[in-house]
């Protein structure tokens, strides 16, 4: 008989925030599958639990998958963790379990913990619908194509992103979304936990104020009852038109010059020439 995969959610932050049966289940594990085993080691020791970690993460997955499920089929139990939250959430997870479906293994669940949805219960927003969006592409044109499918979305939009990328995605979004109102949350359940509400180019002009940002972030956008413009058709009008509209956005002088340029595929200078006495 195989082995269970559990999944076990673990604390974002406050070492407090992990249920009875995730601490019991690490317990009696065979093996506890880490993303970083050393991070892992803090909270096992933390509940004085001693178990065999095996690392696996990211760069890893393709091989250590094979490894566990082999472990699986032999009988034993893995339950598997990461760093912080719940598994296959923007962390990984996603492939062990694929691989352990394939292989008639039984996964289970261990619920707790997870940052998206405690930014979310906290944020103020249209809890009902929500789009979760993870990291963005570090790619310019991927990146360009998920932020204009969020420009289309009509909910609550959440994504994740680490503390020396925040205020570039958050101009990205201004420039390509415009100006929203937004919320930040910084921290979860830690001792600098900080939630940050304000419309967006207010929130970038707090931050740029700061000598340094630390810490985790979730960054929530209000798109609930959004006036869905398609790209295409703002395209098709006038430079004046283009101005007018995302003007009426929120948007600075400069960000829609460069928007109207990409618009119409010509260099900001010339749309700068048109709008320079404006």
């Not at 690490?26 to 933390?46: C, R």
């Not at 985790?216 to 295409?232: H, P, Q, T």
């Amino acid at each position: 008989m195989s082995g269970k995969l559990y999944l076990v959610a673990t604390p974002i932050g406050n070492l407090e925030d992990i249920t009875f049966r995730a601490i019991n289940i690490l317990k009696e594990a065979d093996i506890i599958a880490a993303e970083d085993t050393k991070h892992t080691l803090k909270l096992l020791n933390h509940y004085g639990i001693s178990k065999p970690l095996i690392s696996y993460h990211r760069h890893n997955e393709d091989v250590k998958s094979d490894i566990l499920i082999n472990k699986l089929l032999n009988g034993e139990n893995i339950a598997l963790v990461t760093d912080a939250g719940t598994p296959g959430i923007s962390d990984p997870g996603e492939e062990i379990v694929k691989e352990a479906i394939n292989n008639n293994v039984e996964i289970i669940p261990i619920p707790g913990a997870c940052a998206l949805i405690s930014g979310l219960i906290c944020s103020g927003l249209n809890t009902k619908e929500f789009s979760f969006y993870g990291f963005l592409p570090l790619n310019k044109k991927n990146r360009e194509k998920v932020l204009d499918k969020i420009k289309m979305e009509n909910k609550t939009v959440i994504m994740y992103e680490a503390p020396h990328k925040l205020i570039k995605t958050l101009n990205d979004i201004l420039l390509n979304i415009g100006e929203v109102n937004c919320v930040i949350a910084k921290e979860l359940t830690k001792i600098h936990e900080e939630f940050i509400r304000d419309k967006i180019s207010n929130i970038i002009s707090e931050l740029d104020k700061k000598e340094a940002i630390k810490g985790e972030y979730v960054i929530l956008l209000d798109l609930n009852g959004n006036e869905i413009i398609d790209s295409d058709v703002i395209s098709m009008k006038t430079v004046e038109e283009q101005y007018k509209i995302y003007e009426s956005q929120g948007m600075n002088k400069k960000d829609i010059i460069k928007q109207i340029a990409k618009n119409k595929n010509v260099q900001k200078n010339e749309i700068y020439k048109i709008f320079i006495n404006k």
